[in-house]
């Protein structure tokens, strides 16, 4: 059963079987009990139509075995990949005796969702030799947020079963969580951050020797709870915000009640390992971090000094659900995609599933697979929201990574004749679109952050480049106002003309971000829907070898492509891309600029 289906909430009876089939998953839900997977009960039919579950009857009917091969190439986050790989030769020698599915020889590997995506673009780029055929990270988030760029996003199913599950938390040390009043009481988001803010600290809590509270985040980028807890707070401080301004003002307060950031659990409260932990100064200025139970459980697993308790915002965080999916790119057979689903349903039963849930997850139910004495409360989270869509994903990532911005970013926007055209019956141009991407984008970023403008097409006289507005701080005044209202007002007058000057322009954006470099991530965000035009220029082989010999390893630019519909040079664009080690993306469909823009904006 998956997400959407409906779970007897309250009886603790084992839900009947589904029907065979496909089932869509993460139909949105408003409380907690039905809206995760119970279990891979029901997999998808394949082939003739035959499930798995009659492919096993007929198999013990007729004493019958698999035939054909299938390797599985299994991707996998690491807390997970270490369960999975454990009882990858259990799973082909349970396959082994079972008539109508395909031979197994299975072999997972640790991967990141930055890692994963990696392979997944050099599989299409033809490399396929070793390219996963299933993935399995730690949170179906990490789906949505690799399904931003639409070449990933036709790889990956849209619909998928789950095998575990583990709730996005606050982890604090638990004298500390018991201040607050747990296990009994769960504070709210807002609790903490107003508590993060108060100059008093924990002496609020009559616990002054433990100094200010401080807040710590993950990365959510690269972090599942740093993920999922910014997607949790980015939608309460959603709620009711009717303007951009009063949403970036709320956006703003909750950053600077973060003290910092931090890269996970382990890192953030390790001094809990140590065995003066226990004394009552000990705990002065250790923080509160997001974390998932899961991490919660495995941290105390090792017995610390000082354990750490799960802490359950009342407001309802999201929920990390572990998926098992066969990718469908041209390089998985359909025997393999069947594998896969085999493999989810070998997962969810017996052994794995208890290994799982040794290590910390729940069952995809959340109602099992949890005991108390491991810092967590078993009858929370009482109240868990829908999954957030891919639109409010991207968004989020980009206005809370936009806040946080060091370094330089450079936008550089193709205005050649091409980007007149019309995108599908919207009645908008390319350039329209794009224009609409950069300004939703503005009111995000740090009044601090260097951010700049240019626009470029051929030019018969001159550059071929116009800076609307050079780098700089974007609260730097330039003529009556700033350079963010100086931006603001460009952006709607520009327009489209001439030829595409694609390689000088990319040499010239470089070079200028290099001349500025800062400390953080220094980029070039070129967009661009035609080839190079321009006759003058470098050709792009010469134009790749200047980009390389200009770099510096000590103060690296990257430039982070977008090509913008079918006539874009998408192999140029990825070239250029990878000889500077940045990422390169492809909206096929103009008006799918917007949310690949923010993609390229947050990484």
């Given at each position: 059963?998956?997400?959407?289906?409906?779970?007897?909430?309250?009886?603790?009876?084992?839900?009947?079987?589904?029907?065979?089939g496909?089932?869509?998953?993460?139909?949105?839900?408003?409380?907690?009990?039905?809206?995760?997977?119970?279990?891979?009960?029901?997999?998808?039919?394949?082939?003739?139509?035959?499930?798995?579950?009659?492919?096993?009857?007929?198999?013990?009917?007729?004493?019958?075995?698999?035939?054909?091969?299938?390797?599985?190439?299994?991707?996998?986050?690491?807390?997970?990949?270490?369960?999975?790989?454990?009882?990858?030769?259990?799973?082909?020698?349970?396959?082994?005796?079972?008539?109508?599915?395909?031979?197994?020889?299975?072999?997972?590997?640790?991967?990141?969702?930055?890692?994963?995506?990696?392979?997944?673009?050099?599989?299409?780029?033809?490399?396929?030799?070793?390219?996963?055929?299933?993935?399995?990270?730690?949170?179906?988030?990490?789906?949505?947020?690799?399904?931003?760029?639409?070449?990933?996003?036709?790889?990956?199913?849209?619909?998928?079963?789950?095998?575990?599950?583990?709730?996005?938390?606050?982890?604090?040390?638990?004298?500390?969580?018991?201040?607050?009043?747990?296990?009994?009481?769960?504070?709210?988001?807002?609790?903490?951050?107003?508590?993060?803010?108060?100059?008093?600290?924990?002496?609020?809590?009559?616990?002054?020797?433990?100094?200010?509270?401080?807040?710590?985040?993950?990365?959510?980028?690269?972090?599942?709870?740093?993920?999922?807890?910014?997607?949790?707070?980015?939608?309460?401080?959603?709620?009711?915000?009717?303007?951009?301004?009063?949403l970036?003002?709320?956006?703003?307060?909750?950053?600077?009640?973060?003290?910092?950031?931090?890269?996970?659990?382990?890192?953030?409260l390790?001094?809990?390992?140590?065995?003066?932990?226990?004394?009552?100064?000990?705990?002065?200025?250790?923080?509160?971090?997001?974390?998932?139970?899961?991490?919660?459980?495995?941290?105390?697993?090792?017995?610390?000094a000082?354990?750490?308790?799960?802490?359950?915002?009342?407001?309802?965080?999201?929920v990390?659900?572990?998926?098992?999916?066969?990718?469908?790119?041209?390089?998985?057979?359909p025997?393999?995609?069947?594998?896969?689903?085999?493999?989810?349903?070998y997962?969810?039963?017996?052994?794995?599933?208890?290994?799982?849930?040794?290590?910390?997850?729940?069952?995809?139910?959340?109602?099992?697979?949890?005991?108390?004495?491991?810092?967590?409360?078993?009858?929370?989270?009482?109240?868990?929201?829908?999954?957030?869509?891919?639109?409010?994903?991207?968004?989020?990532?980009?206005?809370?990574?936009?806040?946080?911005?060091?370094?330089?970013?450079?936008?550089?926007l193709?205005?050649?004749?091409?980007?007149?055209?019309?995108?599908?019956?919207?009645?908008?141009?390319?350039?329209?679109?794009?224009?609409?991407?950069?300004?939703?984008?503005?009111?995000?970023?740090?009044?601090?952050?260097?951010?700049?403008?240019?626009?470029?097409s051929?030019?018969?006289?001159?550059?071929?480049?116009?800076?609307?507005?050079?780098?700089?701080?974007?609260?730097?005044?330039?003529g009556?106002?700033?350079?963010?209202?100086?931006?603001?007002?460009?952006?709607?007058?520009?327009?489209?003309?001439?030829?595409?000057?694609?390689?000088?322009?990319?040499?010239?954006?470089?070079?200028?971000?290099?001349?500025?470099?800062q400390?953080?991530?220094?980029?070039?965000?070129?967009?661009?829907?035609?080839?190079?035009?321009?006759?003058?220029?470098?050709?792009?082989?010469?134009?790749?070898?200047?980009?390389?010999?200009?770099?510096?390893?000590?103060?690296?630019?990257?430039?982070?492509?977008?090509?913008?519909?079918?006539?874009?040079d998408?192999?140029?664009?990825?070239?250029?891309?990878?000889?500077?080690?940045?990422?390169?993306?492809?909206?096929?469909?103009?008006?799918?600029?917007q949310?690949?823009?923010?993609?390229?904006?947050?990484?």
């Open positions: 059963m998956t997400a959407g289906s409906s779970v007897p909430a309250s009886d603790g009876a084992r839900p009947e079987r589904p029907p065979q496909r089932h869509r998953h993460a139909a949105p839900r408003r409380f907690r009990t039905p809206w995760v997977v119970v279990a891979v009960l029901a997999v998808v039919a394949v082939g003739a139509g035959i499930g798995l579950a009659a492919s096993r009857d007929g198999a013990e009917a007729a004493g019958g075995g698999c035939s054909g091969d299938a390797p599985l190439r299994i991707s996998a986050s690491a807390p997970v990949a270490a369960v999975l790989a454990d009882h990858a030769d259990d799973f082909d020698e349970w396959v082994e005796g079972r008539a109508g599915m395909p031979c197994t020889t299975t072999e997972v590997t640790t991967a990141s969702p930055q890692e994963f995506s990696a392979a997944v673009g050099r599989a299409l780029d033809g490399d396929t030799e070793s390219a996963p055929t299933t993935w399995v990270p730690d949170s179906s988030l990490w789906r949505s947020v690799l399904a931003r760029d639409p070449r990933v996003a036709d790889v990956l199913p849209r619909t998928y079963p789950v095998v575990a599950a583990s709730p996005v938390v606050f982890a604090a040390p638990r004298p500390m969580a018991e201040a607050l009043g747990w296990p009994e009481r769960q504070p709210s988001w807002g609790e903490l951050s107003a508590l993060a803010a108060d100059p008093a600290g924990w002496s609020a809590k009559q616990h002054p020797e433990w100094g200010r509270m401080r807040l710590e985040w993950p990365n959510p980028l690269t972090s599942t709870a740093g993920l999922g807890s910014t997607v949790a707070v980015y939608r309460d401080l959603a709620i009711g915000a009717e303007a951009t301004d009063e970036r003002r709320r956006l703003v307060t909750a950053h600077n009640a973060v003290s910092g950031s931090t890269g996970d659990l382990g890192g953030a390790g001094a809990l390992r140590e065995s003066g932990a226990t004394a009552p100064e000990a705990l002065k200025d250790l923080p509160v971090v997001p974390a998932t139970e899961q991490e919660v459980v495995a941290f105390n697993a090792r017995k610390p000082v354990e750490v308790a799960a802490i359950y915002p009342t407001e309802g965080w999201v990390s659900e572990v998926p098992v999916l066969g990718l469908e790119g041209d390089w998985v057979t025997e393999q995609r069947q594998a896969s689903e085999a493999f989810a349903d997962v969810v039963r017996g052994d794995a599933q208890a290994a799982l849930q040794a290590a910390g997850w729940r069952a995809a139910r959340l109602d099992s697979g949890v005991t108390a004495d491991a810092g967590v409360v078993a009858t929370q989270p009482r109240y868990t929201p829908a999954q957030p869509s891919q639109d409010v994903l991207a968004r989020t990532l980009q206005n809370w990574t936009a806040l946080d911005r060091r370094g330089s970013l450079l936008v550089v193709d205005t050649s004749g091409s980007m007149k055209e019309e995108v599908g019956t919207t009645g908008k141009s390319r350039l329209d679109v794009a224009k609409e991407s950069i300004l939703a984008s503005l009111p995000f970023f740090a009044d601090e952050a260097s951010v700049g403008l240019w626009t470029f051929r030019s018969e006289r001159g550059s071929d480049h116009v800076q609307v507005v050079p780098l700089g701080p974007l609260n730097r005044k330039v009556q106002g700033t350079a963010r209202d100086s931006i603001a007002s460009s952006v709607p007058r520009i327009t489209a003309a001439n030829d595409t000057a694609l390689y000088e322009t990319t040499l010239a954006a470089v070079d200028a971000v290099r001349s500025s470099w400390p953080g991530p220094n980029t070039v965000v070129l967009i661009s829907d035609g080839k190079n035009e321009d006759p003058g220029s470098p050709d792009l082989d010469t134009t790749l070898a200047r980009l390389v010999d200009g770099a510096d390893p000590a103060r690296p630019v990257e430039v982070v492509t977008i090509a913008l519909g079918s006539g874009a998408a192999k140029a664009l990825r070239n250029i891309s990878r000889v500077t080690k940045g990422k390169a993306y492809s909206a096929g469909r103009p008006e799918d600029l949310s690949v823009f923010l993609t390229a904006l947050t990484g």
